[in-house]
């Protein structure tokens, strides 16, 4: 009975404290008529950002302020749009907390800086940009672009992004990506994973490198590439059947080190880590 | 010739006209004849800069002399040219202007920053390792306390990842990877700098 009782205390002093944050919480919503190619930057210390396509020629940002002790200050100057979470005296990391909604015109080049995040992105067709401290970064379905994503040790995760030119660095954050092609994809991360699941396109340039971190692709057969895969100190495996180079920019050892081709070896992918291990495997 | 036979001898396009094979090939291969006309622009762009706002050559020197401490770059030893490429790491003297660069940047973005909080002016010259020591104390300074913990373990893991490179370059000088490992950690550490900056100007 004492027992049910404290449950019962617990659930109303829960309730009547969700209350009053319900009752603190403030929605804003902003909308802006912007030309083709326009831009956002979003700068939300605290809270995630969500970034959608908006169908029309608006952008729209929703959001949604924990507390008074933040404000949002906003701006917008021919089609460039800034939005910012601007923390007043006495704020803290729960009171600051801003949550956002943006949509956007598909060909919108957005820029996000967030501490904590989580920022999720998807289906747009315009540069990206994500600067985070512990930020998850999520980026879906984003085509002909620069994707430049860099966080301290927030976990990154790309996925279905075609011809991008990807710039990913985390110093110890995991980075996952699922059929990632493009140009130019160039993965750095000092501790955390580097996963790649996919075929690696067709004619890009794809550099993945870790220092202590270990670093899987996962191929489908019919991938073409020329890889090059080099652990320093670190095991390197590869179950995929390539074709053995001739000529080397290093000499491979067995267990550190491979090189080989597989298909018309379209694309060039290099794979480097000083002390984590290295998989090359077929999917 | 190949593309990358034609890359060993890329630095002397900037000041050379190809001749020989080296024509035949910039003329044949539309990818390197786009390289070098890159590179050229970059070349005189740096130029109309270093005209505008060049520091002592003093400072330079320095500069360089830091970066042959930590391995980046290495004292020429011998001249090349066309009729004798230069070695195969000649491809990260790109590299180092960069880095130079960013070091200065860093240097003038710190003493701005910290201009009033300290007495004694940001040494642009000064002895290897000290730069770093100091750079990274002054940017942790600047930050919260809140986040200065994890900024602070960031830096160490950085600064692990260039330990570690620097002794596999002192191991292998002429292991080009090593290099680049080098080159990729100073990248990592310049990120977090910047990261950094951006927070403490909030």
Same mark, same amino acid.
């Given at each position: ?19 009053? *944050? ?195 692709? *996962? ?65 | ?43 005189? =762009? ?24 930590? =391995? ?7 001249? =090349? ?122």
């Amino acid at each position: 009975m004492v027992t049910r009782q404290r449950v019962g205390q617990i659930i109303v002093v829960a309730a009547t404290c969700m209350a009053a *944050l319900a009752a603190d919480q403030i929605r804003k919503e902003f909308k802006y008529n912007v030309g083709p190619k326009a831009s956002i930057s979003i700068n939300n210390e605290y809270g995630p950002v969500t970034v959608r396509p908006s169908g029309t020629n608006q952008i729209i940002v929703t959001a949604v302020l924990l507390s008074n002790k933040v404000e949002i200050d906003q701006e917008q100057i021919g089609d460039r749009v800034e939005v910012q979470s601007h923390l007043l005296a006495g704020a803290s990391k729960d009171t600051a907390r801003v949550e956002y909604q943006v949509q956007v015109p598909t060909d919108t080049s957005v820029t996000i800086h967030s501490s904590d995040g989580p920022v999720y992105a998807e289906q747009l067709r315009a540069d990206l940009a994500v600067v985070g401290d512990s930020a998850k970064v999520d980026v879906n379905g984003v085509a002909d672009a620069h994707v430049h994503v860099n966080t301290l040790d927030g976990p990154i995760t790309l996925t279905n992004i075609t011809n991008g030119h990807v710039e990913i660095s985390s110093v110890r954050g995991d980075v996952n990506m699922n059929s990632v092609t493009g140009p130019h994809v160039i993965v750095m991360s000092t501790s955390g994973k580097i996963h790649y699941d996919g075929d690696f396109g067709v004619g890009g340039d794809y550099q993945l490198t870790s220092h202590t971190g270990d670093i899987d692709a *996962l191929v489908p057969a019919d991938a073409s590439v020329e890889v090059t895969a080099r652990s320093l100190r670190g095991d390197v495996e590869n179950d995929f059947p390539l074709e053995p180079k001739k000529h080397t920019a290093f000499l491979a050892h067995s267990g550190r080190s491979f090189i080989g081709t597989a298909g018309r070896a379209a694309s060039s992918v290099v794979i480097r880590s000083i002390s984590g291990k290295i998989r090359f495997k077929k999917r | 010739m190949t593309c990358s036979e034609f890359h060993e001898i890329l630095p002397d396009m900037l000041e050379h006209e190809a001749a020989g094979r080296h024509a035949a090939h910039l003329q044949s291969c539309s990818s390197c004849s786009s390289l070098v006309a890159d590179l050229k622009a970059i070349s005189e =762009g740096a130029r109309l800069l270093a005209e505008a706002d060049e520091p002592s050559p003093r400072i330079w020197a320095n500069i360089q002399r830091t970066l042959e401490a930590e =391995g980046i770059i290495r004292a020429p030893q011998q001249e =090349g040219g066309i009729l004798f490429p230069r070695r195969r790491w000649s491809i990260f003297i790109w590299a180092a202007p960069v880095l130079a660069v960013f070091v200065l940047v860093a240097g003038f973005f710190l003493r701005a920053h910290n201009a009033g909080n300290i007495s004694q002016p940001v040494s642009l010259v000064a002895q290897p390792g000290n730069i770093a020591d100091n750079d990274e104390q002054q940017v942790l300074a600047a930050l919260a306390p809140a986040i200065r913990a994890n900024y602070e373990d960031n830096l160490k893991s950085v600064d692990a990842f260039i330990q570690d490179a620097k002794d596999s370059l002192a191991q292998n000088p002429d292991d080009d990877e090593a290099r680049h490992f080098l080159m990729q950690a100073y990248e990592q550490k310049a990120m977090v700098y910047q990261l950094a900056m951006d927070r403490s100007a909030q």
